[in-house]
């Protein structure tokens, strides 16, 4: 079974802050993805990687950078964190294939951050 | 343990057929369900349901949520080459529980 790890839950930063949020894939899943949560946008693409040190920007990368020194790890930075960017962030990575292909994707169970 | 079953795992229909998709539910604290239709990077929402018997429509899709049996279901009518897609049924517990999700294929 595919298990995607996020290392929190819940994440309470401030302002101006530098935060690190990290996913773990145990199934050598080459693709990876950063998504944000926000009520009634549903799922926004931030960053997506298909390879260690690969990376493409989604919808709305600004404000954010990623970094994929590992398979199985897949990295969100917020360089200076700000209120807007209160959300749910989930991880999410699936098998080889065409970015764009219709394989499910396998979900971490999110982290809730919130900017002050 | 949270957890969130999909059913079935794929579904191949033709043109014009009716689907039922099916999700039940085990989480702690639920606070809504929400259905996403999955086709390239990012799974679209559908539906957010919060309470019981109150069906959701648009277009050809519904949804409705029985919180006492703790399941929810997608309808889609009519069916279309375009809905083929995977289909996620997600819980929000505080956390986002996602189920593995429904492949729908549906042939011309």
């Known amino acids: 079974d595919v298990k995607v790890t996020q290392s929190s839950r819940y994440l309470v930063k401030r302002t101006g802050e530098k935060v690190f949020l990290e996913c773990v894939q145990d199934m050598d899943h080459e693709n990876m993805f950063w998504y944000r949560q926000d009520p009634g946008l549903g799922l926004r693409l931030i960053y997506f990687?298909?390879?260690?040190?690969?990376?493409e920007k989604g919808d709305i990368p600004e404000g954010y950078s990623v970094s994929r020194e590992k398979k199985e790890r897949f990295s969100l930075i917020l360089e200076s964190a700000s209120t807007n960017q209160t959300s749910m962030y989930l991880c999410?990575?699936?098998?080889?294939?065409?970015?764009?292909?219709?394989?499910?994707?396998?979900f971490g169970n999110g982290t809730r951050l919130t900017v002050t | 343990e949270d957890k969130v079953v999909q059913s079935p795992l794929s579904l191949v229909v033709h043109e014009g057929d009716t689907v039922t998709l099916n999700c039940s539910y085990e989480v702690t604290n639920f606070r809504s369900l929400l259905w996403y239709k999955q086709e390239k990077k990012a799974p679209t929402f559908l539906f957010m349901l919060?309470?019981?018997?109150i069906e959701k429509k648009s277009g050809r899709l519904s949804s409705i949520l029985d919180k006492k049996e703790l399941f929810s279901i997608l309808n889609i009518t009519a069916t279309q080459t375009g809905d083929s897609a995977v289909y996620l049924c997600?819980?929000?517990?505080?956390?986002?529980?996602f189920g593995a999700g429904t492949r729908l294929t549906v042939k011309p």
């Open positions: 999410a990575s699936s098998p080889p294939g065409r970015i764009l292909s219709n394989s499910p994707l396998h």
């Open positions: 997600a819980v929000d517990p505080n956390d986002m529980r």
């Open positions: 919060t309470s019981s018997g």
């Open positions: 990687s298909y390879d260690v040190k690969m990376k």
